[in-house]
């Protein structure tokens, strides 16, 4: 079956501006995750949702980021008034439990650039 | 703090020959520790995953170990190929914490 997809795979955009970056799961999994990584870093947790449970927001950086999943599916996360330092690659992953060995697969990720 | 420290950072080898990585966790306690391998430009995909009791696994050339009382783990690769050019991540989850701790991983490139 098709595995996570993100779009755009990539994002330039000017300081200042808002981004919203997708990300469709695998049908059927319930956990939804995503992660920033920097250049020469390494995956940064940002977000986590699972089911119809609040999500642990608990890695966001700051409040110019959110993300939203709709309908337990697709998620959508949002970075307003971009800043040059939010350049990263934007990696989703989902997982069809929320057991801490539960498998996460990656999508491609959405690389932004801002400038 | 929880930490995964990954050595060497970069590493080249030739065609054909073995290599092993490293990586050290602080996470506590301890649930399970994965090894995943990232192509450039594509999302990590998971090579292995060990839990407290499994001391070595192994996926086709990828061989992982696991010393939970140390709190290392290594990545041994055998009869390397050109494919295996790629970021290789250490990654180690605590137990009922969702979270994963990433490791900045080791980026190997293989050379005909």
């Known amino acids: 079956g098709a595995g996570v997809s993100q779009s755009p795979s990539n994002k330039v955009t000017e300081k200042g501006k808002d981004v919203e970056l997708r990300c469709d799961p695998i049908?059927?999994?319930?956990?939804l995750y995503w992660y920033r990584q920097s250049l020469g870093q390494g995956l940064e947790f940002l977000i986590y949702?699972?089911?119809?449970?609040?999500?642990?927001k608990s890695g966001l950086p700051s409040d110019r980021f959110s993300a939203e999943r709709t309908g337990g599916s697709v998620s959508t996360l949002t970075i307003q008034r971009t800043q040059q330092e939010d350049s990263a690659v934007y990696l989703c992953?989902?997982?069809?439990?929320?057991?801490?060995?539960?498998?996460?697969?990656f999508g491609p990720g959405t690389r932004l650039t801002v400038t | 703090k929880n930490q995964v420290e990954q050595s060497p950072q970069s590493l080249i080898i030739l065609e054909g020959k073995n290599c092993t990585l490293q990586?050290?966790?602080?996470?506590?306690?301890?649930?399970?520790l994965r090894w995943y391998k990232q192509d450039t430009g594509r999302g990590p995909v998971s090579l292995t995953i060990?839990?407290?009791?499994?001391n070595t696994k192994s996926n086709g050339r990828y061989t992982a170990t696991l010393d939970a009382d140390t709190k290392q783990s290594s990545l041994h690769i055998t009869a390397s190929q050109l494919s295996d050019s790629a970021s290789y991540i250490c990654v180690v989850s605590g137990i009922g914490n969702e979270k994963l701790t990433f490791g900045t991983g080791t980026r190997l490139t293989i050379i005909p």
């Open positions: 990586c050290n966790y602080t996470v506590s306690p301890f649930s399970n």
């Open positions: 049908s059927g999994h319930t956990a």
């Open positions: 060990m839990t407290f009791s499994e």
């Open positions: 992953a989902s997982s069809p439990g929320t057991r801490s060995s539960a498998e996460q697969y």
């Open positions: 949702f699972q089911g119809n449970s609040a999500p642990d």
